[in-house]
C-alpha cells in the first residue's frame, strides 16, 4: 500500500533540530528552575524537573512527530535504520547521519538558551556522574526505551507514543541512579550548562557508551520480542509520512 511521502529532508531536519533544542531547554530550563525553588530540597528538585520533563517531551513528541518521527535521539535514529534497513521506508544511513547532527546541534543550543532564559552563563558543568552505577542505569534506561518505541510501532499504537515515552522517561528519573539521560544528543547538550542538569565533559563519553551498549540490547530486545518490526519503521517514534512503496 502507497503511503503518503515523507517530508523533505530539510523539514525533517529543522523538526529534529528545533525538538531537540526545546527538549533540552526543558530539562535543563526546569532543572534551574527547580533550584532556585527549591534550594535545600534536593528531591522536590527531581520531583520538578522531572515533571516539566514528562509534560514537555509529551507536547514536543505531538508538535514535531508528524514531520520528522520525532526522535530527538541518536539512538533511536540509529535503532530505526538498523531495524528498518531491509523496509523501504525506513531511514537511509546517510539521513541517520544528518538526524544526529541535527540533533546535537539542537542539544546544545537548548542548553545555551535554558541558561539564557535564567541569566545563568553558558559554562561547561562540573558534576562527575561517571560511576559504575550510573553507566549500568544508562544501559538499562536505554536499552528499555529503544525497547517500548520500537513495540508501540509494532503492535500500532504509535498514537499513544507522546504519553507513553514520556511517562517512561518520567519514571526513570526516578528508577535509575544516573536520572535517565538515555540520549547521546542530550547528554551532549547538557555539557554546556553548570547546573542541576548538567553533566561534566569527562563524564559525557562513558555516558554515550553505556547509551550505545543500551542500544545495542534494546535492539536484541526488540527483534526477539517483534522479529517483523521493520514492517513499521516509518511508525518511529510516532506515525510520519514515509517514502512510498515502489510498484
Known sequence: MNRTPAPALPRRLLAELLGTALLVAVVVGSGIAAQALSPDDVGLQLLENSTATVLGLSVLILLFGPVSGAHFNPVVSLA?????????????????????AAQVVGAVGGAVLANAMFGVPTALS??????????L???????V??????ALARTGRGAIAAPA???YIGAAYWFTSSTSFANPAVTIGRIFSDTFAGIA???????VAAQLAGLV???????ALYPDAASRADDVVVPHPSRPTPA
Open 201 to 207: 565533559a569527562t563524564s559525557a563519553p562513558a555516558f
Open 217 to 223: 540490547l534494546g535492539v536484541a530486545i526488540t527483534l
Open 145 to 150: 526505551l529503544v525497547a517500548l518505541v520500537f
Open 165 to 167: 515515552v514520556g511517562a
Open 126 to 135: 562540573t558534576k562527575d556522574r561517571a560511576t559504575g552505577p550510573h553507566l
Open 137 to 143: 542505569a544508562e544501559v538499562v534506561a536505554t536499552s
Open 80 to 100: 530505526d535504520w538498523f531495524i528498518g534497513r531491509r523496509a523501504v521506508s525506513g531511514l537511509r544511513l546517510a539521513e541517520v547521519g544528518a538526524y544526529v
